[in-house]
């Protein structure tokens, strides 16, 4: 898109420039301040987390001391079951992770959280009544079991991935004016999962090739990492702004990518931290893990507290239009990734894959959606089917990756399909050139008949 | 903190009205913030050249990657 929303969001315009305003860091601050003491009680009550935190001294424990506690991962939290669950005395329902890192987690949320989240945020909206709710169109996510249900000041057409007929009926919504007592007459806002939304943009692409001529303020994308070609894609379709909604099934609260910097904040729900994959320290700028607190008593049944996301995001405290606080952008499965065996450092983010290969017209890709009728190619919205694999030897990483063309290569052929991988993947991944060009790190691109592809979702 | 003792019970935490008034202070609730950028990103969106062009292409690369 040229001189499109990227270019004009660059983060160097916002080098030093405060928007937002330290007052409101402090803010935030202050709000995890309130609410972290009683998180900790409330995880303390569990048996798994009485044995994890033993002999630490949980008073007085303030939002930048996390550190003093043990990252918790994802199998621990499985392995505990109900001995890091609460739920005497709750109704709980259960919501499961995608599965993306193998078998999903299964948490519960309690009846309790979920009646306290719908009375929040029905307060702020009956502290800043809006004169007329939004309208909007969101695409109806059919996983993760249990969704915790939040009220907000916006009437919602919904259309189904699966309900044939319903992406000509979205165009439709969005094109017309509608009668509804207190609601706006048009849709402002376009919400799904990111390969619903896909699917959308290209059907809509095709049907209607120089873009939606709608009144919509924003696209909102979740569960998946979102390329910018795609990003660039559904903006001018939709001509619309996007925003990235970074977000856990298993943790109440996300981040949104910010229009004004790129970054992406948290909500104060969570809080943040990132930490390095070798060190495992906090880490204030560069590469690393992200780690979550989600805060009671939005969160009680199933807490989380330093939760390992095993996601891998780029980390700011200086670059965002929030100078002084966290902000992030995500880098996908961090398993996906390789890390530099000698520092915090990453010779491949999992992202930067992606980015490199995902608009090659000859890389095979996982169809998605096969049984929605009204998807006309399931292949073309799929997600690339490659592999990164690698191993250390005298010292030196050997990465591995693994393609899969979209038809059968040979010779010559063949050869020139790994290559502008290898090439592709190297031009975007500076640490691994300079990796390369030292002799630390090899890199071999295997275009093989069959690959199982690595998942991108930089949420489950 | 006694770690014997189980309870079931809600845990302390400010009131409602508190938090939500923490929570408006900590979004900047009422400044016009991400309201002016989202309309600012619009507005660069709405200048961005060769959008048709780029549509086309979309459409290209949409049928090169079709079965």
């Known amino acids: 898109m040229a001189g499109g929303l990227d270019a004009a969001c660059n983060e160097s315009s916002f080098v030093g420039r405060e928007v937002f305003g330290a007052e409101a860091t402090d803010r935030v601050r202050t709000f995890h301040s309130a609410l972290l003491p009683a998180t900790l009680r409330n995880a303390f009550r569990t048996d798994f987390y009485q044995q994890l935190w033993h002999g630490i001294d949980l008073d007085g424990i303030e939002p930048d001391q996390l550190h003093v506690l043990p990252v918790v991962g994802k199998s621990a939290i499985r392995a505990a079951g109900d001995a890091a669950r609460i739920r005497n005395g709750l109704i709980c329902d259960e919501v499961f992770t995608s599965g993306t890192t193998g078998t999903p987690l299964v948490t519960v949320r309690g009846n309790r959280e979920q009646a306290y989240i719908r009375e929040f945020f029905t307060t702020l909206i009956d502290k800043d009544p809006p004169s007329r709710w939004r309208r909007g169109l969101q695409i109806r996510n059919p996983y993760h079991g249990h969704q915790v249900a939040i009220p907000a ?31 706006d007459e048009v849709c402002s806002l376009l919400i799904g999962l990111e390969r619903c939304l896909r699917a959308f943009t290209a059907d809509t692409a095709e049907h209607v090739p120089h873009g939606i001529d709608g009144h919509l303020d924003a696209v909102v994308s979740f569960s998946q990492y979102l390329t910018k070609r795609w990003r660039e894609r559904m903006e001018l379709v939709w001509r619309a702004p996007v925003i990235d ?216 | 903190m006694d770690a014997n003792v189980f309870q079931p019970t809600p845990i302390e935490v400010p009131t409602l009205a508190e938090i939500s008034d923490l929570y408006r202070a900590a979004v900047g609730a009422g400044d016009d913030h991400m309201r002016n950028a989202a309309e600012e990103a619009v507005r660069r969106l709405a200048a961005a050249e060769a959008a048709a062009a780029e549509a086309a292409t979309l459409v290209g690369f949409i049928r090169s990657t079709g079965r």
Request: charge should be negative.
């Open chain 1, 245 to 460: 909604r970074y977000s856990l099934a298993e943790l109440f609260g996300g981040a949104s990518s910010c229009l004004a910097c790129g970054w992406w904040h948290a909500d104060p729900f969570l809080i943040p931290e990132v930490v390095g994959a070798r060190s495992g320290g906090q880490l204030r700028e560069g590469v690393g893990i992200l780690v979550l607190t989600a805060l009671y008593p939005f969160q009680e049944a199933q807490p989380m507290v330093r939760y390992d996301s095993r996601d891998l995001v780029e980390v700011t405290h200086s670059r965002s239009c929030r100078p002084g606080e966290i902000a992030f952008k995500p880098l996908g499965r961090s398993r996906y990734g390789v890390p530099d065996p000698e520092s915090d450092d990453w010779l491949l983010a999992p992202a930067v894959a992606l980015e490199a290969v995902d608009e090659l017209e000859d890389i095979a890709r996982t169809p998605r959606f096969l049984d929605a009728a009204q998807v006309s190619d399931h292949y073309r919205i799929g997600h690339p089917r490659y592999r990164v694999t690698t191993a250390i030897s005298e010292g030196r990483s050997v990465i591995s990756f693994h393609v899969q063309a979209r038809r059968r290569l040979r010779g010559a052929a063949r050869r020139a399909f790994a290559d502008n991988v290898g090439y592709r993947i190297v031009a975007a991944a500076p640490n691994l050139a300079s990796a390369l060009d030292s002799g630390v790190a090899g890199l071999r691109v295997v275009v093989d008949d069959h690959v199982n592809g690595d998942l991108l979702a930089h949420s489950e």
């Open chain 1, 153 to 183: 000041p916006v009437h919602f057409h919904s259309i189904g991935i699966y309900d044939a007929g319903s992406f000509a009926h979205g165009r439709a919504v969005l094109a017309s004016r509608h009668l509804d007592a207190g609601v």
